[in-house]
């Protein structure tokens, strides 16, 4: 099929009055329940009836949904539909956005994400975070990765500090290739080491949940692959929810997957189900490219 008449196509897709889009728009306004199965035999966290508003704006439309221990779950979907809104509520990220306000129930081992006593500071700790774009502090490598455990007190010796850095960078899967530079600039590392430097920085402080946002975006193909197979190896110490905008990296390190669109839960599954046989008309038009 040549470009122009592809573009014809896609243009016809689009438009608001074709039926393809009526059909999903519909689909979408009657959607008052996620199709699948939200929770999980084994949860790590469980949410409940969340909603996100920024000001006055509703961007996360009353979703549930768990997450597994030792697994990892992809969340998909359009652009600006609420995945990444929805990841920092685990680990109360938007908390440091003023205008955002988020309700419902969220829980890590069943404590409440929101009780009198759980500091969100050592939440964040628990409940690690990787960017999508990798942000090293302006330290050296080693610093970054004893950045954490220094702030948590978790070393009492530099030798236990010593410890966690190297074992944080060989969980990262980086130490053979900066152990003899652990004093250089992080910023110094290629992108793809940048992005595995901070996940050593987030496993260095012993986290039970890793929430990746877009983790391999700014990474060549290579550097996926590695961080992908890293994914993997984490996922039997630690419960891990990816955002990605790739299918295919969804179905390579998932176990279930979340479709997302317009700030509601459309659909989770079992990723093979979701991939190959999706419920849900609006999931079923975006993994077959139809928009999103
Ligand atoms: N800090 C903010 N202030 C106001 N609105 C925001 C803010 N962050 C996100 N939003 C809005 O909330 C909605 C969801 O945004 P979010 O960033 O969660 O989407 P996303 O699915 O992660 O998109 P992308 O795939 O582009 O990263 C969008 O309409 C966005 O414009
Ligand atoms: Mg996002």
């Known amino acids: 099929m040549n470009t122009a008449v592809a573009d014809d196509i896609l243009t016809q897709l ?3 009055s074709s039926p393809v889009q009526n059909a999903a728009q519909e689909a979408f306004d009657n959607l008052t329940e996620t199709v699948g199965t939200v929770t999980v035999d084994n949860p790590k966290m469980q949410t409940s009836n969340v909603n996100v508003f920024y000001a006055e704006k509703q ?4 979703v549930n949904l768990d997450i597994g221990n030792n697994e990892v779950i992809a969340m998909i979907g359009p652009s600006g539909c609420g995945k990444s809104t ?11 956005i003023p205008t955002c306000r988020v309700t419902g129930n969220m829980s890590l081992d069943g404590e409440d994400l929101y009780g009198a006593d759980l500091d969100p500071v050592l939440l964040r700790a628990r409940v690690g975070m990787v960017f999508q774009k990798p942000n090293p502090f302006a330290k050296s490598i080693y610093d970054n990765v004893a950045y954490g455990p220094r ?4 070393a009492s010796n530099r030798a236990e500090l010593d410890d966690i850095v190297v074992d944080s960078l060989k969980k990262a899967g980086l130490y053979d290739e900066v152990k003899d530079r652990l004093d250089a ?6 992108g793809g080491q940048q992005q595995r430097l901070c996940i050593a920085r987030s496993i260095a402080v012993s986290p039970e949940v890793i929430l990746m946002d877009e983790p391999c975006s ?4 290579i550097a996926t692959a590695r961080i992908e197979e890293l994914i993997n190896e984490l996922r039997e110490n630690y419960a891990i929810a990816i955002v990605t905008h790739s299918m295919q990296q969804a179905a390579r390190v998932s176990q279930r997957t979340a479709y997302f669109h317009l700030g509601k839960l459309v659909e989770v599954n079992d990723t093979n189900a979701v991939f190959t046989n999706p419920q849900h008309e609006l999931t079923e038009n975006y993994i077959t490219g139809r928009f999103g």
């Open 14 to 16: 689009r438009r608001p």
């Open 59 to 62: 961007a996360i439309f009353d």
């Open 185 to 190: 600039p992080g910023t110094s590392l290629s």
């Open 86 to 96: 929805f990841l920092r509520c685990l680990n109360r990220m938007n908390d440091t």
């Open 151 to 154: 702030i948590h007190g978790l």
């Open 218 to 221: 700014a990474l060549d193909p």
